[in-house]
């Protein structure tokens, strides 16, 4: 699952690539934001992205990869 989280006064998004749910990722959205605190994801090379939920813009939540670049057998 893709994620793509701007930030205020930021010119460029952040990317994350999750093996969570969508429904599961707008949880911890909303109450990030609810809460005023800290949005935590965990990527899908288990690393963690903290972002104050007060600096959010957008979250775009869906998607995924398309079209990649490579071979394939």
């Known amino acids: 699952m893709e994620v793509k989280i701007g930030v205020q006064h930021a010119p460029r998004e952040l990317v994350v690539e999750t093996d969570d749910t969508a429904e599961s990722v707008e949880k911890v ?41 490579g071979f394939r057998s």
Do not use: N
């Open 29 to 69: 959205v909303a109450e990030a934001v609810a809460s005023d605190g800290v949005l935590t994801l965990t990527d899908s090379k288990h690393r963690k992205i903290m972002v104050p939920a007060s600096k959010l813009a957008y979250v775009e939540i869906g998607g995924g990869v398309a079209g990649q670049v």
